[in-house]
């Protein structure tokens, strides 16, 4: 079965410093994972995806996760946060099985970032 | 290239009654599904279509159904509404590379 962790429901960070939002995954194939980024009352925007290529994903606005089969782990990034960014963060896993591609969601994590 | 359109965006109906909310893909997807983000619950999947056949369903009871058109877009249907039922609902189309993308929501109020 998959699922998904996220570690922390809030994370508050200052402009200007890095950012890390932490995701441990649970899946009985070789997962697809995504993040996805949904600002206040907003649909969901794709950040980045991992299907077994690169471990290390770049995704937009300068977020990056890497894959860590052995920590069964997908953590976002960031070097430098922007007040942009303050929005509700979900690490998703996608049950590939008979091509449902049905996406199992972590609970979200809260950024925050302070000026 | 246009996005995952919803409408409405946001719909108020009292208990008992039938809510209908629409989605259309991306061009060329054929896949839609439907989630419900429902306060404290987060995000849960709803349905599979594809190539205007429902393909699968998330743990939800009958009175949440839905349809695809030929043109693949969708319609959720949820009858006998339930105060429960207010939430977020999502409509995603799903390209080849097997990546989902979102529409903006149709927010369901449930008095």
Known sequence: ?115 | EAGVTQSPTHLIKTRGQQATLRCSPISGHTSVYWYQQALGLGLQFLLWYDEGEERNRGNFPPRFSGRQFPNYSSELNVNALELEDSALYLCASRDREETQYFGPGTRLLVL
């Open chain 1, 1 to 115: 079965a998959q699922s998904v962790t996220q570690l922390d429901s809030h994370v508050s960070v200052s402009e200007g410093t890095p950012v890390l939002l932490r995701c441990n995954y649970s899946s009985s194939y070789s997962p697809s994972l995504f993040w996805y980024v949904q600002h206040p009352n907003k649909g969901l925007q794709l950040l980045l995806k991992y299907t077994s290529a690169a471990t290390l994903v770049k995704g937009i606005n300068g977020f990056e996760a890497e894959f860590k089969k052995s920590e069964t782990s997908f953590h976002l990034t960031k070097p430098s946060a922007h007040m942009s960014d303050a929005a509700e963060y979900f690490c998703v896993v996608s049950d590939g099985r008979g091509g449902a591609n049905n996406l199992f969601f972590g609970t979200g994590t809260r950024l925050t970032v302070i000026p």
